[in-house]
């Protein structure tokens, strides 16, 4: 999506004001003076420009790391090697077989959140006396932030200032940080905007805060187990499902939203945006401005640059290589079989045909490589049963498993290089939804059904009617809602946060990492180990047990 002129503007005159793109913020080098105190200028569009810089900090980690550490880890894709290409140390293949390692690059993002969180303390900080409706945003995201962490990392620091110079920072009990998050979250919803137009598109307002609450609400009983082993989905309680019912209601019946106003392909696409009214939240990209998306380069086909025509049914040919390596399990890609499921061409497999870059379905034009159409196999077949998860590199190596097309590419985004240094991007402009109106919509379902009351058929149906599946007759199981689940936030970082709390994250799901050395479905695996970095800037932390 290309980003409105009123963002880019905020974004510039943060970085005028700053001259500062360091992961690392010095609190006493930033702004000096209180805006709401400047005269000169309106204060809300200086707290607009200090904000940008909090809003876009997570435009890396979002587009490509997190998304490998949440994708593998899940049930629906697993990586392969070929040849020991793209085996990358195991950074991949650990995540897939649930034996993360604190040095995987594919984890190297935690510090990405606390220099966050540094971010927004330091505006805090400085907007200390000022109005909560200038405050919000800023604790909206340091809401958001310190989630991410707990959610990955069990427990975490609950930071509300800027630590001085040698300060101890520990890390808090798991269910005293979901506490936090809530108390927060309730004292600054309703100090948020609730518009929602083209400038509020990629920042947090009333429903952005909420549907983080209500994802808090449906996980609670995970989140303040004992200790994240102790967690059971067949018999843990949770008192706050009928808080996440009413807060799910909150954001039904504001009627802002839509389902259908854009059909399931190109709410994904590279022309996806502020029109999408499913999306509540976002991390907006652009590959000129805001580049670091990367979900198409390891999901499409290896051999894909310079092929032409291409199933992106582009005619212009990709010039930046591809990764190829990862594609959906065998098991995770039967769940699309329902009649009529638009959902179901988010995947490719069987023999494979050219797309249409308006319609983004396909046509009726093979998919050509050395001469044959390209097939790619449900079914995965290992050079050898070990811990690379390798297939080979020949021809047949190249066509097994199934792939993602979910994130649509094309040639203008793929092919850009951008500064610094004339990098190749390999980014598209794809915005990534965070929270969206459907997931609302089952999240209810789920609860309701988690009380044994009724309603939640009604709300199911209509995920099932704006994607052209079969409704069903009566209320649905929870199995229902978990394979629901499944196909509508495919491939949108959700699954490993629904398989945890579903019962489902211990469940040998590919039968391939059976009797793998390193696999390690261990209960205690449903967190991440801290990055080795963060271990030693704090030499009081303990890893994770587990790890």
């Known amino acids: 999506m290309k980003l409105n002129k009123v963002f880019l503007a905020a974004g510039m005159f943060a970085v005028a004001l700053t001259s500062c793109t360091d992961l690392d913020v010095n609190p006493n080098s930033q702004y000096t003076e209180d805006p709401s105190k400047n005269s000169g200028i309106d204060p809300m569009i200086m707290v607009e420009a200090k904000m940008s810089d909090v809003y876009f900090h997570l435009s890396g980690t979002l587009g490509r790391r997190y998304m490998e550490a949440q994708c593998l880890a899940s049930d629906e894709f697993t990586s392969l090697a070929f040849d020991g290409g793209y085996y990358d140390s195991g950074t991949y293949a650990h995540q897939a077989l649930h034996d993360s390692r604190a040095t995987d690059a594919s984890l190297d993002w935690y510090s990405e959140l606390t220099s966050g969180i540094t971010k927004v303390n330091t505006i805090l900080a400085e907007l200390s006396g000022a109005s909560a409706q200038m405050t919000a945003p800023a604790r909206a995201m340091r809401a958001y932030f310190t989630w991410v962490l707990m959610d990955n990392f069990g427990d975490t620091p609950i930071l509300e200032k800027v630590p001085a110079e040698g300060e101890v920072v520990a890390r808090s009990p798991r269910k005293e940080v979901a506490e936090w998050i809530e108390s927060e979250l309730l004292e600054i919803i309703p100090s948020l905007t609730d518009e929602l137009t083209e400038n509020t598109y990629g920042k947090p307002t009333k429903y952005m805060a909420q549907a983080l609450l209500a994802k808090l609400y449906i996980n609670w009983a995970v989140y ?169 590199n020949d021809d047949n190596a190249l066509q097994q498993g199934c792939h993602s097309i979910k994130w649509f590419l094309i040639p203008g985004d793929y092919n850009v290089k951008y500064d610094p240094g004339n990098k190749e991007g390999r980014s598209q402009s794809n915005d990534l939804p965070i929270f969206r109106y459907a997931d609302i919509l089952l999240m209810k379902a789920e609860a309701l059904t988690r009380i044994g009351k009724g309603g939640a058929k009604d709300l199911f149906n209509q995920i099932r009617t704006y994607a052209g599946a079969p409704q069903i007759a009566a209320e649905p199981t929870l199995d229902e809602i978990y394979q629901e689940r499944g196909r509508e936030f495919f491939d949108e970082n959700w699954r490993r946060n629904d398989m945890i709390r579903f019962g489902h994250f211990e469940d040998e799901f590919f039968p391939h990492y059976k009797n793998f050395p390193d696999a390690n479905f261990d209960k205690r695996h449903r967190i991440f180990p801290i990055e080795q970095e963060m271990l030693d800037l704090n030499p009081g932390w303990k890893q994770n047990p587990g790890y």
Do not use: W
């Open 224 to 392: 303040t187990a004992e200790s994240v082993d102790q967690y059971d989905a067949a018999t843990a309680a949770n008192p706050k499902l009928d808080a996440c019912v009413e807060v799910c209601d909150e954001i039904i019946n504001s009627a802002k939203f839509n389902l259908g106003s854009v059909d399931y392909l190109h709410k994904f696409s590279y022309d996806n945006g502020s029109h999408v009214e499913d999306f509540i939240y976002v991390m907006p990209y652009d590959v000129l401005t805001l580049p670091g998306m990367q979900y198409a380069r390891p999901r499409s086909f290896k051999q894909m640059k310079g092929l032409l025509p291409n199933y992106y049914g582009s005619t212009e040919k990709f010039t930046n290589s591809f990764g190829g390596n990862m594609v959906v399990t065998p098991e995770f890609a039967k769940l699309f079989c329902l009649d009529g499921d638009i959902r179901n061409l988010c995947i490719l497999r069987g023999d494979v045909y050219n797309r249409d870059p308006k319609t983004l379905k396909p046509t009726t034009e093979p998919f050509m490589y050395n001469g044959k159409q390209v097939h790619f196999t449900e079914d995965i077949t290992l050079i050898k049963e070990d811990n690379t998860i390798d297939v080979g």
